[in-house]
């Protein structure tokens, strides 16, 4: 199986703030790279797709790139609502893997 | 509109076996790219892959619940169904069905949440 590496686990930011969240592969896996962001009690809303592509309806200050192995989901200016967990999946190959989330807290 | 609802029983006992339906509408799991995924989340844990079914019926399975996983499709009702036996508390979790279409697991279930109990 590809594993995922996600980092950091927490983040603490304030509103306003540029973050960006790391994600690593353990092999390649080209641009196969989805972001999902879940809100508590909620199931998770695809946000970013093949890396760098915005879901419709996803705000511009969401962002994505990378390819190979590393991956940056970046949020150009954090909203209240943004402080919530966002994990990396990749869909290169079967069986998926997500990995291990990030939660960002305000400051 | 594409939706997916999960239902199934919210306590099993150790041992037993788990039986989660998936329905769906808005697509066709005969449409060429569709697949369904089962994914589920311990509580204040991370997502976890479980399954996959394909538009063609090719199965695929997380390698380390594969022995105890059966994904399948009755395409005639628009479900996906998802048993895992031996259940244990471990395996307390939210379970969500999702649509993958073009690798992207785009349209989410709501989720239904499992205790394993005695």
């Known amino acids: 199986d590809i594993q995922m590496t996600q980092s950091p686990s927490s983040l603490s930011a304030s509103v306003g703030d540029r973050v960006t969240i790391t994600c690593r592969a353990s092999q390649s896996i080209r641009s196969y790279l989805n972001w999902y962001q879940q809100k508590p009690g909620e199931a998770p809303k695809l946000l970013i797709y093949v890396a760098s592509n915005l879901q419709s309806g996803v705000p511009s200050r969401f962002s994505g790139s990378g390819s190979g192995t590393d991956f940056t989901l970046t949020i150009s200016s954090l909203q209240r609502e943004d402080f919530v967990t966002y994990y990396c999946?990749?869909?290169?190959?079967?069986?998926?893997?997500f990995g291990q989330g990030t939660k960002l807290e305000i400051k | 509109q594409v939706t997916l609802r999960e239902s199934g029983p919210a306590l099993v006992k150790p041992t037993q076996t788990l039986t989660l339906t998936c329905t769906f509408s808005?697509?066709?799991?005969?449409?060429?790219?569709?697949?369904v995924s089962w994914i589920r989340q311990p509580p204040g844990k991370a997502l976890e892959w479980l399954a996959r079914?394909?538009?063609?019926?090719?199965?695929y399975y997380s390698a380390s619940l594969e022995t105890r996983l059966t994904i399948s499709t009755d395409t005639s009702k628009n479900q996906v169904v998802l048993t895992m036996t031996n259940m244990d508390p471990a395996d307390t979790a939210t379970y969500y069905c999702?649509?993958?279409?073009?690798?992207?697991?785009?349209?989410w279930g709501q989720g239904t949440m499992v205790t394993v109990s005695s």
């Open positions: 999702a649509r993958e279409m073009v690798t992207v697991l785009d349209i």
């Open positions: 999946q990749q869909s290169y190959s079967a069986p998926r893997t």
């Open positions: 808005g697509f066709s799991l005969n449409t060429s790219g569709l697949c």
């Open positions: 079914i394909d538009w063609d019926d090719a199965e």
